[in-house]
């Protein structure tokens, strides 16, 4: 179907129904929607990726702040742990924004195709998290970034402190200017980081990466806005579609296979990555 | 109080103020959304012409409708619906640097002054964010 011949309601109809599939998806994959939500939207609809690349981050940063006083008063996210991480991670990701915004739309496309492969990729070939204990470091022990939490499927307390700071506010800088850049919340990232890099525990890494997202989202999601990139029609039925979606997909966490799910967030990541890398290269417009 | 006290009390806190201000901006952005598409409220675009526009480069759509970009839809919110629901979609990224200025007094009451100047750090690189002053275009 032309998209200029169809009728305008078909799209925000058809976003909202991708947006919730993508939700459901989402969930049940562990990863943040953004990461699915900008290469398919951006691959398949008539939208312009800068206006694709708005709603992306408002929809993860709606995602993360819905679900962030429940991981803070289970204490699955550490304040202690998102402050400093997620100002180094604003501050690149206000740069991401910026420099995406400035960028040729070709230029990002074959990025964002580049990264979503690589990203597809990687969570293929992952394996289960740390799960054993660090040692502060220096800066670390500064910033005092430990803390404890009851692990109610353990049904023990687990204290935990967190090491390589530096290499962590690198890492966070990295993931927030590429999230800017290409509108992704980057939870992807953020959980290694947090997990393989920091030593944090799984649930902590997990739960802490939400409420980083909804940090660092607010601050690129603000140039969207300023520079007109942000198009109500888009956005809002693509954060009712996910916030829908991640319902139904908490629900069905516990009676889907985990293999079956990552294979089916891998094979649509590099569907989707691969539309972008080619679209971008001029080689399937 | 110890470490672990002290977080307990700014968590709760941070969850308080985020559980209340994100259901007041879900709200107020879809009751927004409702307005637009029922065409109760003008739109600066109509709806069955924005297919002819959606597709195009940021700047490029400024220029060829002439909406208004930086701060200046703002001005907009009482003439043109999108601007309305825009401005309810913005409360979203206002959220965070809400939570943060509630637990900055409470972080210096407790005496955790490193916590608190990374909290006024961040509202400070949030503002930035928001003004538009480095965000180009």
Same mark, same amino acid.
């Given at each position: 179907m032309e998209a200029a011949a169809a009728p305008w309601w078909i799209w925000p109809l058809a976003l909202f129904a991708v947006s919730f599939a993508i939700g459901i998806v989402a969930v049940l994959g562990g990863i943040g929607g953004g990461v699915l939500f900008v290469p398919i939207v951006g691959g *398949? *609809?008539? *939208?312009h990726l800068d206006f694709v690349r708005g709603a992306g981050l408002v929809f993860a940063l709606a995602g993360t702040l819905a679900a962030g006083p429940t991981l803070l008063r289970s204490r699955m996210a550490s304040l202690r742990l998102v402050m400093p991480l997620a100002l180094a991670g604003s501050v690149a990701s206000f740069a991401g924004a910026v420099v995406g915004l400035s960028m040729s739309t070709e230029a990002v496309q074959t990025a964002l195709g580049a990264t979503v492969i690589v990203i597809a990729a990687l969570i293929a070939l992952s394996r289960d998290g740390y799960a054993g204990t660090a040692e502060s470091d220096a800066l670390g022990a500064a910033l005092r970034m430990k803390g404890d939490y009851e692990d109610p499927a353990e049904g023990v307390r687990i204290d935990w402190r967190t090491h390589r700071t530096l290499a962590g506010f690198g890492a966070f800088g990295a993931i927030g200017f590429l999230g800017g850049l290409f509108g992704l919340g980057a939870g992807f990232a953020n959980v290694p980081a947090l997990?393989?890099?920091? =030593? =944090?525990p799984l649930k902590v890494a997990v739960g802490s990466s939400g409420l980083i997202i909804s940090v660092i989202n607010s601050s690129a999601a603000w140039v969207y806005i300023y520079r007109g990139a942000l198009l109500p029609v888009l956005a809002v039925p693509s954060i009712l579609g996910v916030m829908i979606g991640s319902r139904i997909g908490a629900r069905l966490l516990a009676m889907t296979p985990a293999t079956t799910v990552r294979r089916i967030v891998v094979a649509a990541m590099l569907l989707a990555g691969t539309r972008a890398l080619l679209r971008g290269l001029g080689i399937w417009t | 109080m110890d470490v672990t006290e002290h977080d307990a009390k700014v968590q709760s806190i941070y969850a308080r103020w985020l559980d209340v201000s994100t259901r007041l901006s879900f709200a107020a952005s879809l009751a927004a959304f409702v307005l637009y598409l029922s065409g109760a409220l003008p739109a600066y675009v109509a709806l069955r012409d924005l297919p002819r526009y959606w597709g195009l480069p940021v700047g490029e759509f400024l220029r060829q409708t002439g909406a208004p970009s930086g701060w200046y839809w703002f001005t907009h919110m009482g003439s043109g619906a999108e601007y309305l629901n825009l401005g309810c979609m913005a409360l979203l990224g206002i959220v965070t640097l809400v939570c943060y200025a509630r637990i900055v007094p409470t972080l210096v009451a407790l005496g955790e002054r490193l916590q608190a100047v990374l909290a006024t750090a961040q509202i400070a690189v949030l503002l930035v964010a928001a003004s538009g002053f480095f965000a180009g275009g």
């Open positions: *398949f *609809f008539p *939208f997990n393989l890099l920091m =030593a =944090a | -």
